[in-house]
């Protein structure tokens, strides 16, 4: 059975960091494009970023690029989401979500239906 658990949240304030981190049991964690989606109150999901199987490619959605960091370290079967800069805007339910296939080279986070594994989800809040 497949776990994805994200951990990390928090409040923070406006222009401070949190890194969040999802640990993945059950699958074979390096054959996987991961993402984070995101939920804000009153919003639907949205797709921020993604991560290619091995690390090498990265895509982000223009909100967060050059303040969010993807990586993951398939030797930990762990992906994390470093965020700087944090903005009000930036608070939501961040989930972290694995690939449909096995071994589908590249990632792309438009479409959450093309993720099959899903986190329980971690609160990030962000004050003014």
């Known amino acids: 059975q497949v776990h994805l658990v994200e951990s990390g949240g928090g409040l923070v304030q406006a222009g401070g960091s949190l890194r969040l981190s999802c640990t993945a049991s059950?699958?074979?964690?390096?054959?996987?494009?991961m993402a984070w989606f995101r939920r804000a109150p009153g919003k639907e999901r949205e797709g921020i970023v993604c991560i290619s199987m091995s690390g090498t490619q990265t895509a982000y959605t223009d909100s967060v690029k050059g303040r969010f960091t993807i990586s993951r370290d398939n030797a930990k079967d762990t992906l994390y989401l470093q965020m700087n800069s944090l903005i009000p805007e930036d608070t939501a339910v961040y989930y972290c979500a694995a690939d449909e296939f096995y071994l589908r080279a590249g990632c792309n986070f438009s479409n959450p239906e093309s993720y099959i594994y899903w986190g329980q989800g971690t609160q990030v809040s962000v004050s003014s």
């Open positions: 059950g699958l074979i964690f390096d054959g996987y494009a």
